[in-house]
């Protein structure tokens, strides 16, 4: 039931992205590494596609050995997020994720997730609460339900701050009985034992701190964890990034570290890796952790002729995944600006003399006038930007 | 001819002219424009266009008229608040086009417009027009607007505007007045204290004091 209505919400989250604003943009992405522990293939590719919206995105992604025949696992993630109300005091964030894995040598398991995140949101920080709702399945354990989690961000110009924390309860078999989702050998166990001996129950507390700075074609970004359990020894983890943007377009990354204990879902081993991948699209980041009402700000615009009535429109904003343009020389619809390098992004459009207003919008936030831009009354209680052409 | 076929005559003569008339205005009317059309419900799509009718019978420029009821449109405002703020800038425009005179250019007009529903009184945009008999407002109307939207009394912005055209100050110039006012503002000086200062060290000279004081009316 859970799956179903996950899938349904997954597969409408493009199409209702795209209803509420400019056309989503996709993002195609690869990373590959090499790790020992994975048997049979050591070599690992991770193709990703992403498609973003005004006030959704959808993240998709895939583990793929070196040798298909050899595979003994596969895997594939699913995620997406859609923010309900993003002009409201407090924005809603409907967040769903999937992890599934499974091949000839390996049984199917994996784990859907739907969370619903209250946002308290600010222009440059804010805080959410988060109640979730997870479904296993091919596990031997239990997930007590709701899992509650709160967060808090804090953003300037190029930097960014994200720190979350979550709980959860659960019910698994005893250390003895008990299979490790890291393991690969054999099928495992998918039910808990029926003598209540044999079953404890956990309290999972699970923290993460994350790091972001960019500026201009450099984006570094640290993550890091840690999992408390009374069952078991503290899990910590840290991974950090680093992505250059060589073209509009194309993007190099590469990473080192431990993952996030969920990702184990889909991954071999949870021995440290380092990757190299790049992604082909205009778009920063394909992580879903940052909360989607996070956004960037403008913080600096131009308008300069190019030739006759064609005018370039160029805006800077550190840190946008999408940045769109109205006014009444776009019949007061959205145009998305193009990224070109950095945080800089630029429109050509056709501006008659006369005074034209505009508006800017990054994110999908607010419509706001262009910082520094003359401003007047737009006759229904609101302020916006204006253009003076001779 | 008997009495009964000139009624007849009569009658079907009236009912031809009628037809005709009928035809003439199905005719001339014009078709509602298709942006209105697409974005607008149909009863707010009509009630705006007898408002861009009666506005282009008078010589007002209309663009701005549908422009704005997409604005209205896109920022979800209700109907009526859509045809009244049409309504609102098609007066705007009309004062505007008075106050200007016919030779003003519609992006003059549409400044002046905005001007208007800003807050700024006719008096200030007829005085400008003395001080720039010839030259374009475009800008000083834009700077004028944007100095009220920004909480600077209407009387300190009209003089500081004046004041800048009367002594032949170059668009440039007084857009950058603006931008420094604007930076003042935000640093947390008060905006007639700022737009005083800026006034007078733009190398403009003295400028006259403000009929009021800066605590005085803000639109």
């Known amino acids: ?390 | 001819m008997s009495a009964r076929s000139w009624r007849a005559a009569c009658g079907a003569a009236f009912a031809l002219a009628a037809a005709l008339a009928w035809l003439a205005s199905a005719v001339s009317a014009a078709p509602i424009d298709k942006r209105l059309v697409e974005r607008l419900d149909p009863t707010t799509a009509e009630e705006v266009w007898k408002v861009v009718e009666a506005a282009e019978a008078q010589g007002v420029p209309t663009d701005p008229l549908i422009v704005t009821a997409l604005e209205g449109a896109s920022k979800h405002a209700r109907p009526e608040r859509i045809v009244a703020a049409v309504r609102e800038r098609s007066a705007a425009l009309l004062a505007a086009k008075e106050v200007l005179g016919p030779e003003s250019t519609p992006g003059e007009i549409a400044a002046a417009a905005g001007a208007l529903m800003s807050g700024v009184p006719r008096d200030t945009l007829a005085r400008l027009r003395q001080e720039r008999p010839k030259g374009s407002l475009l800008v000083p109307l834009v700077v004028l607007a944007d100095l009220v939207t920004r909480q600077v009394p209407i009387e300190t912005a009209s003089m500081a505007v004046l004041h800048a055209s009367r002594l032949g100050t170059r668009d440039a110039d007084l857009l950058r007045l603006r931008s420094r006012v604007e930076g003042d503002i935000r640093r947390g000086v008060s905006p007639a204290a700022a737009t005083i200062a800026r006034l007078q060290t733009l190398g403009l000279g003295d400028a006259p004091a403000p009929p009021t004081s800066p605590g005085g009316s803000h639109r």
């Not at chain 1, 070599?43 to 040798?67: M, N």
């Not at chain 1, 990757?275 to 980041?285: K, M």
């Open chain 1, 1 to 390: 039931m859970i799956r179903t209505a996950l899938a349904l919400a997954l597969f409408a989250m493009p199409f209702a992205a795209a209803h509420a604003g400019t056309p989503p943009l996709v993002t195609t992405g690869m990373a590959g590494w090499y790790d020992e522990q994975a048997p049979g293939a050591p070599l690992l590719l991770g193709p990703t596609v992403a498609v973003d919206g005004t006030h959704g995105v959808l993240v998709g992604g895939a583990l793929l050995s070196g040798s298909e025949m050899g595979a003994p696992y596969r895997g594939a993630r699913l995620a997406g997020g859609w923010l309900i109300g993003p002009q409201r005091h407090l924005p809603i964030e409907i967040k769903a994720r999937a992890f599934h894995r499974g091949g000839p040598a390996d049984p199917e398991q994996g784990l859907v997730r739907i969370e619903a995140r209250v946002n308290f949101a600010a222009p440059q920080a804010g805080a959410w609460m988060a109640i979730a709702k997870e479904q296993p399945y091919g596990f031997a354990g239990q997930i007590a339900q709701p899992l509650i989690g709160f967060g808090t961000w804090a953003r300037h110009d190029g930097l960014s701050v994200m720190f979350d924390l979550e709980q959860r309860a659960g019910l698994l078999p005893q250390p003895s009985k008990r299979d490790s989702v890291r393991s690969a050998e054999g099928p495992r166990a998918a039910v808990l034992p029926s003598d209540p001996q044999e079953i404890m129950r956990v309290g999972l507390t699970s923290t993460r701190a994350t790091v972001h700075w960019d500026r201009g074609r450099l984006a570094l970004e640290s993550v890091g964890g840690v999992t408390l359990s009374l069952a078991k020894p503290p899990k910590r983890w840290a991974e950090a990034t680093a992505a250059l943007q060589l073209t509009s377009n194309f993007t190099v990354f590469g990473t080192f570290g431990t993952r996030d204990p969920e990702l184990y879902l889909i991954e071999p081993s949870d021995s440290p890796r380092s990757s190299v991948g790049f992604r082909l699209s205009q778009w920063r980041s394909a992580s879903l952790d940052a909360p989607l009402v996070a956004r960037a700000s403008v913080t600096g615009w131009s308008a300069r002729r190019l030739e006759g009535e064609s005018w370039t429109l160029a805006v800077r904003a550190p840190g946008a995944r999408l940045v769109e343009v109205q006014g009444d020389f776009t019949d007061w619809q959205p145009l998305r600006l193009d990224h070109t390098f950095g945080d800089k992004w630029k429109a050509v459009v056709a501006l008659m003399p006369g005074v034209h207003q505009v508006t800017l919008r990054v994110d999908g936030g607010a419509w706001m006038p262009p910082p520094g831009a003359p401003t007047t009354a737009d006759g229904f209680g609101g302020t916006v930007g204006v253009v003076a052409v001779e």
